[in-house]
């Protein structure tokens, strides 16, 4: 059996370099990979791009990252909750590509299956098909979108083996699973991490062939984006 564990996060995002394209999962604050984005803010890299499905909030998530303006460009499919993105991307500080969510998904999972492209209805007559190829199928028009090209893909799960089996829960199966093996080299952080073979075949949400490095995280926060509660009768 493979063993795919390194020591701790500092080992995990060996290789990393100023200038990359990196995939994140999690969505909203669910299952993002805290640690990680924390070392990257540590490690002061610059000029990055992100592909993910948000920009976190001010002070948590990527937001840390964009308050040190580390990111040159964000991919993202929802970026409403975080001030200081909409600042920067409007005083034209940060580029930004925005995709529709079911496409940026499946711009993951084209390059985890190894399709360079595909086609998909999603933003056809919209500014989202400007400059891309469009073609009919059955009377319908699809736009061609080519799959995703990043050096690391950093995701969080719940629960992960030696192998690099990994199992998520809830919310953060949104875009963690389709972003595992779509990158050169995957990084998954999890809070639970146990010996090879003790994790139930059926549950395993992606195999270890997908991950390169796992780590046993720590010190999660799960923050919640938006807390609504009833008034007290």
């Known amino acids: 059996m493979i063993r795919k ?10 290789g ?4 990359m394209t990196f995939m994140l999962g999690g969505f909203g604050l669910c299952g993002i990979p805290e640690n990680a984005i924390a070392e990257l803010v540590d490690m002061g890299v610059e000029e990055i791009t992100c592909i993910s499905n948000n920009a976190g ?4 998530g990527l937001g840390l990252l964009l308050q040190k303006k580390q990111i040159k460009k964000m991919i993202s499919s929802y970026v409403g909750e975080n001030d200081e993105f909409e600042r920067q991307m409007l005083s034209g500080e940060l580029e930004v590509e925005l995709t529709p969510q079911g496409t940026l998904a499946e711009k993951c999972r084209a390059a985890q299956a190894g399709f360079p492209a595909f086609y998909t209805p999603a933003g056809y007559g919209t500014e989202v098909a400007e ?3 469009t073609r009919e199928f059955n009377g319908k028009m699809y736009v061609l979108e080519t799959a995703y090209k990043a050096d690391f893909a950093f995701v969080k799960a719940w629960k992960g083996d030696e192998a690099g089996n990994l199992i998520f829960k809830g919310t953060a199966r949104n875009f963690n699973p389709c972003m595992c093996g779509a990158a050169k080299i995957t990084v998954a952080e999890v809070e639970e991490l146990v010996p090879a073979g003790q994790l139930d075949p059926n549950v395993i949400h992606v195999p270890g062939i997908f991950v390169k490095r796992i780590f046993q995280g720590k010190n999660y926060e799960k923050r919640i984006e938006q807390r609504t509660v009833r008034e007290k009768s």
């Open 5 to 14: 564990v390194v020591n701790n996060v500092k080992e995990a995002l060996a």
């Open 131 to 133: 400059g891309k190829e």
């Open 57 to 60: 909030v001010d002070d948590f």
């Open 16 to 19: 990393v370099e100023d200038g």
